[in-house]
């Protein structure tokens, strides 16, 4: 069973970076053609992809995003991290780890989410 857990800060300042991991177990993050993501939601919108990494170390990146968003991973730890720079309140939201896209066609396992604030 895969389990992913996201952590970090609840509160991050305007024009700061929101950094966040996550923490996988019951599977490798370097496991073949495996890709895990970054998703966030926003009350009243959808679930918004912002990237992921890949098994092979490759990165990808929504076009919307590509300038403040980096995805880094930590494969002694099982672990990825998400970086979102120069923060504004629009980011405001709940974000989640999965495994999914690009290398597979579905997410098949989500961690529960963390509320992360953007407020001074």
């Known amino acids: 069973q895969v389990q992913l857990q996201e952590s970090g800060p609840g509160l991050v300042k305007p024009s700061q970076t929101l950094s966040l991991t996550c923490t996988v177990s019951?599977?490798?993050?370097?496991?073949?053609?495996?890709?895990w993501s970054w998703i966030r939601q926003s009350p009243g919108k959808g679930l918004e992809w912002m990237g992921a990494i890949a098994y092979d170390g490759n990165f990808y990146y929504s076009p919307s995003l590509r300038s403040q968003t980096s995805i880094s991973r930590d494969t002694s730890k099982n672990q990825f991290s998400l970086r979102l720079s120069s923060v504004t309140p629009e980011d405001t939201a709940v974000y989640y780890c999965?495994?999914?896209?690009?290398?597979?066609?579905?997410?098949?396992?989500w961690g529960q989410g963390t509320q992360v604030t953007v407020s001074s």
């Open positions: 999965a495994r999914g896209p690009p290398l597979w066609a579905t997410y098949d396992y």
């Open positions: 019951g599977g490798s993050i370097t496991a073949k053609d495996s890709s």
